[in-house]
């Protein structure tokens, strides 16, 4: 198994010890830092989509996100003069009304690790902060908003639109518990993510495009 085989298997296992330690081996073998980044956002791809499917839970998951951010520290340092690997700054925060952030900090670090910077707005956010955080920060690609309360749909809309309104190319992705793809279509979002894995796949997809 190679080292980066290694570090993607330890990530999924969440062994946050082992990964750091893995992520310099691969290093010292020759493999280039955004390989081994791309390995452990492919595995976390894994994690989230057996979260999706009910295999694993939010505590494996964390355990997951936390192994893959201490080996992020380690290629950090080696990716900060390159500034093609960020792909931006993300704005994220969990709409008005909404006192939810489990899934939030979920989704923030899986956005994190796929390449952007993020600035988290925490929750009970008003549409008029998002927009203001936009203005307030640099090279901001993508506004994720958080919905995980049916009551706080329309919260979740007025945010949307707001942002939408003020910055018309800028990219908006939903997610939470009551949101559908079907929804966030209706209410003028670029993106849907049913969970953290699939919101850095998206994130990334519309950062690109």
Known sequence: MSKIEEVKAK?????????????????????????????????????????????????????AAKAMSKGVEVLKPLMAGDGSNSLGTCIIGTVAGDLHDIGKNLVSMMIESAGFDMVDLGVDVPADTFVQAVKDNNNVKLVACSGLLTTTMPALKEAVQTIKAAYPELKVIVGGAPVTPEYAAEVGADGYAPDAGSAAVKAKELATA
Request: net charge negative.
């Open 11 to 63: 990530v999924e296992a969440g062994k946050s010890k082992l990964v750091p330690g893995l992520v310099q081996e691969a290093l010292d073998e020759g493999s280039a830092p955004g390989e081994i980044l791309e390995a452990m956002v492919d595995s976390m791809g894994v994690v989230g989509e057996k979260f999706s499917s009910g295999e694993i839970f939010v505590p494996e998951m964390l355990i």
